[in-house]
């Protein structure tokens, strides 16, 4: 590749990341390239300054959600609670936790009677508990915002070219021609991460290679899977000008880094966070995981809701000080972590987060022999308002079991739909098991996983 190219290279990013990019949030009325430029000056602020910036927001946040969130006002009433008594960060331990349940009862009473324009989302979370929420733009700025600059670290930009190695159908389905024409003015290519059969491997390297991704962005699992077959053919992948892997949305093994790592001859840059909890922390060059902490601070709880020193080992509790419109004040993420009071030798005061455990999806193989990610199954349960909460245990090729919870119980028209659906994407003559049960056991590490599959796929 010759310098020319790599010239015009960097000026179509550098067009795309301070013109066009710009001008799609303006038209959506997101304020994401002043937040991220607010961003990029706070996360060098000593740790002491962003705490005041922290407990300055909180009370705004407080205040906001008791005048004009229904839930809030109710709640605050309820125990007595007044945001004028809050001192300090710690004080927010006299609210009580939120949790999946607390929100599907009350989503309406979550939104801020000023909401403007709210977008409505669901997620499985790491915990296997469907939810529907809402997020405002306020809120969709500042995730656009904090991620864009945890990109920036890793010298690539928006606009440089990009590939996306993602499975959600909803996303897919989203392949209008906007999205076409984004996708390519963004330089950004999505490959779709359900099916991973030798024939749609063999596809992928070769798209990544005429491609030459200056970024790749997945699943772990999925990203290592790639790597994987690319080394078991022999297919060189490590000459192409990858700079960096992001991965997010699984726990990230260290074998899966190393693989991502060697094959691409990249770095591998981990990432925390969901579309319910928002961008929670991300990874510096220097190997640290930053908390996004302008915008959410995070606590670690034991089990009655009281935070835990850093070092400790509890649950993952964020406060998303950007939520006014759907407020998430004490969330209850259902994964287990710690916080590292340490500070990070990249020089950015922001915190760390020292170890997130608590993430983990698997593959699961069809009869055929196809590998799939173990969201092709949860995604058909998620958005699905009967249940609160499931667990898909493949018993081998022929038997896939799946555990529900359901309150007002399973309808019938509804169990013959799941299974239809599973046996689409397993095989037709998979026999499928649908059990009702009151709750799913969480397993012996404390960690939660949706799908656990007895079927290795190497
Ligand atoms: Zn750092």
Redesign the pocket.
Known sequence: MNSNYNERKSFYTLLVSSLFFPIHEYLKCHNSVSVRKQLEISQWWPRQQIEQFQFTRLRRLLFYAQANVPYYHGLFAEIGFNPTEINSLADLKHLPLLDKAKIRNNIDAFKSIKAQKLARFNTGGSSGEPLVFYIGNERISHDVAAKWRATR?WDVDIGDPEIVVWGSPIELDAQDSIRVLRDRLFRSKLLPAFEMSEQKLNIFLKEIQSQRPRMLFGYPSALAHIAGHAEKIGMQMDNLGIRVAFVTSERLYDDQRQQISKVFGCSVANGYGGRDAGFIAH??????M?ITAEDIIVEITDHHGIPLPPGQSGEIVITHLASSDFPFIRYRTGDIGSLDDKL?????G?P?LREIQGRSTDFVMAQNGTVMHGLALIYILRNLPQISAFKIIQESLNLTRVWVVSEIGLDPTISEMIKHKFQSRLGQNVEIIIEEVAEIPKEKSGKFRYVMSKVSPN
């Open positions: 670290w990874e510096c060059p220097v190997g640290n930053h990070c030798s990249c020089g950015r922001l760390l």
